[in-house]
Nanobody, 124 residues
Framework: VQLQASGGGLVQPGGSLRLSCAAS????????IGWFRQVPGKSREGVSC????????YYADSVKGRFTISRDDRNNTVYLQMNSLEPEDTARYYC??????????????????WGQGTQVTVSS
């Protein structure tokens, strides 16, 4: 499985970005797909993920109400719409999969694939 993330960049506080993750390859050995982020020197933080079977979602408390995850099953693509961005959202965002549910993996644990990531910088 290959995961290609895109859509990162530099944005001012209060701005928006939409990240995309294109999944390819077989076998499709995962049931959850989503995003975690990481800042150098800090541990991985699960951001948001979604079940590919029933659409169940997980959001970190820090992004609830600001970020929305969605999926396009026909194109095997997952999106993360990020609104009202804050400097604290600055990190490298990685697309990742898990064979555990969003409620268990929290987009952080039991990951079996992840990509190279895309940098998001929120600064004035």
């Amino acid at each position: 499985v290959q995961l290609q993330a895109s859509g990162g960049g530099l944005v001012q506080p209060g701005g928006s970005l939409r990240l995309s993750c294109a999944a390819s390859g077989t076998p499709k050995d995962y049931s959850t797909i989503g995003w975690f982020r990481q800042v150098p020197g800090k541990s991985r933080e699960g951001v948001s993920c979604i079940s590919i079977s029933d659409g169940t979602t997980y959001y970190a408390d820090s992004v609830k109400g600001r970020f929305t995850i969605s999926r396009d099953d026909r194109n095997n693509t997952v999106y993360l719409q990020m609104n009202s961005l804050e400097p604290e959202d600055t990190a490298r965002y990685y697309c990742a999969t898990s064979n555990w549910s969003p409620e268990i993996s929290h987009c952080r644990f039991h990951l079996n694939h992840w990509g190279q990531g895309t940098q998001v910088t929120v600064s004035s």
